[in-house]
């Protein structure tokens, strides 16, 4: 499985600003069967430097693989 990400994946609506916007951090991105079944995840870094980041979004597109994720099994 693979999932293609982008910094639109990663966007919110600001209010503030009347449009959307991306904050710079450290995601991480669950896949599961439900939220009590979590299979694979990994920590995305957007705009930021984590440490333990299997990818970085600094702008355009990054690809995920469950080969890049942690095993919760």
Known sequence: M???LNRRSFAHWSLAAHGWRVSPGCYRVMVGNSSRAIARQAVIAVGA???????????GRARVSH????DRR
Do not use: D
């Open 2 to 4: 693979a999932l293609g």
């Open 49 to 59: 430097h984590c440490a333990n980041a299997r990818a970085h979004i600094p702008a």
């Open 67 to 70: 080969q890049q994720g942690e």
